[in-house]
């Protein structure tokens, strides 16, 4: 109960009267760092450690105006600096902001910071700045949640999707819906007030429109997940094959570097092995697995279980053999690789021949009518050790990736508490829908529509609470 009341404090917005400082750059020594101060007393707390070169008193000083001075302690100076003012509402917190940009010692930092504190500061909490432009009107909770993700992103596409959604993107088209179905929820509330009169304010054809339209939408921006997701976290891509294919080879010619030990010895990788890379804007994890064979070694038997677990985990499987064995015994090929695809009948299945540099150019021609002849199956020739067809492997790759929504600017849902949140919503509407067909009264219609109304507002924080807001922004770094 206690840390209950001590959460509603802390994130009840009626508190954040006090000023917080938090360094905003990451930790450690660098060219320069930036300590950023937010609150009510914000300017005037800075004002009494910074002295402006010009004699210009901070707390005068214009909003978005940047001054070269000293941070001083008693007759100390700590650093020379430049304090850059953003007065309110017109800050990222909507509060009195501002940020010292010094040198990046590690001594400066803490000492500007300490200084800071014994002048009537605090530490910030973990997005505590971001939390206080959510409770300030600044940005909606789905935009707030961008922040981290933008922060988080790595690739193209993980930056383009976060950008989109800070931006309001996702939170704009929710928030129509939103506004729609509660402008037809009110005049079904209305209408209970007259029931006796039985009077109809709310359209029902116009009431019917608007659930298929949010229905469509809603399955729209749920089927987009999958796509979201993979974007945004990597597609993990599973290297399977028997024991000494070049399965490592092709690993280090991935991520041109040697990542995977690589030898002559079959059963070489006994575990997983992985590592990412980025192919035209989008993150690739590839997974480097133990050798699938039948043996009688127990750990090596340990790195083939784990091989089908990383199989079941990805998005995409290459399968891996040698050009030789295949041209030797095709049968086998085919055999093996309609049991991964048995196996695995929901994967993307590529199938790639590797060492052809060990075989001759009629060998090659023979290979590629094999692989040909193979219906419904993907397929490349390379040779891992010199790199020939890698690329042509990483371009095969990205075509497994759907990027057209990406491409077309549409929306794309990335965040697992917003595809919990839409699937509830779509459940609730779906509900109404059945209410509509059965003629159902308007007052239990009013009862699913005010549960699809909360799950809508759910995702932008027009309903919060303070478990969830305490979840969402303790995940963020300090200082953001």
């Known amino acids: 109960m206690l840390q209950t009341f001590i959460l509603f404090v802390l994130l009840c917005p009626v508190t954040h009267n006090d000023t917080i400082v938090a360094l ?10 930036v300590i950023r101060l937010s609150g009510t007393q914000a300017i005037g707390l800075a004002s009494e450690i910074f002295v402006s070169v010009s004699g210009k008193l901070l707390n005068e000083q214009r909003t978005h105006t940047v001054h070269l ?24 917190t909507g509060e009195d902001v501002v940020e010292f940009s010094c040198h990046g010692s590690n001594y400066i930092q803490q000492e500007i910071i300490q200084l800071c504190l014994r002048k009537g500061c605090r530490m910030a909490q973990a997005g505590e700045f971001t939390l206080r432009a959510f409770l300030n009107g600044k940005m909606d909770l789905s935009q707030a949640e961008a922040v981290a993700d933008l922060i988080a992103s790595d690739s193209e596409a993980s930056h383009q999707l976060a950008i989109q959604q800070m931006r309001g993107g996702f939170s704009s088209e929710i928030k129509r819906l939103r506004e729609e179905l509660l402008n037809f929820a009110s005049l079904i509330e209305l209408e209970l007030d007259f029931s006796e009169e039985d009077v109809e304010f709310a359209n029902r054809e116009q009431f019917q429109q608007l659930i298929t339209r949010i229905t469509n939408v809603l399955k729209s921006l749920i089927d987009s997940f999958a796509t979201g997701n993979v974007l945004k976290n990597g597609i993990p891509v599973a290297i399977v094959g028997e024991p000494n294919v070049g399965k490592s080879t092709l690993l280090n010619a991935l991520l041109n570097e040697e990542r995977a030990i690589v030898s002559d010895i079959a059963g070489t990788t006994r575990d997983t092995i992985e590592d990412e890379i980025t192919i035209g804007g989008i993150g690739f994890r590839f997974i480097d697995t133990a050798g699938i064979r039948d043996t009688s070694d127990v750990i090596e038997g340990m790195g083939i279980q784990k091989t089908f677990e990383k199989m079941e985990q990805a998005q995409v499987v290459v399968f891996l ?9 095709s049968d086998a090929l085919r055999m093996e690789v309609e049991k991964v695809r048995n196996r695995f009948p929901q994967k993307a299945l590529l199938v790639i021949a590797n060492k ?72 609730e509407i779906q509900k109404v829908q059945q209410g509509i067909d059965s003629n159902l009264s308007g007052d239990l219609l009013a009862i699913d529509i005010r549960q699809a109304l909360y799950h809508f507002g759910e995702i932008t924080g027009e309903i919060s609470n303070d478990e969830l807001l305490g979840n969402i922004f303790a995940n963020f770094c300090i200082g953001k």
């Open 321 to 329: 053999s040698e050009a030789k064995k295949c041209l030797d015994d």
């Open 356 to 427: 052809i540099d060990q075989i001759t150019d009629a060998e090659r021609d023979e290979l590629n009518a094999l692989l040909n002849s193979m219906e419904g199956t993907e397929f490349l020739t390379i040779s891992a050790k010199t790199g020939e067809g890698v690329e042509e492997l990483k371009s095969k790759l990205l075509e497994f990736v759907n990027t057209g929504a990406l491409r077309n600017n549409e929306t794309i849902v990335t965040n697992s508490r917003h595809y919990d949140a839409l699937l509830k919503a779509l459940e």
């Open 24 to 33: 905003a750059t990451p930790a450690g020594a660098g060219a320069i760092a």
């Open 69 to 92: 001075g000293h941070i001083v302690d008693g007759d100390r100076t700590i650093d020379e600096v430049l304090a850059t003012v953003f007065k309110n509402p017109q800050s990222y």
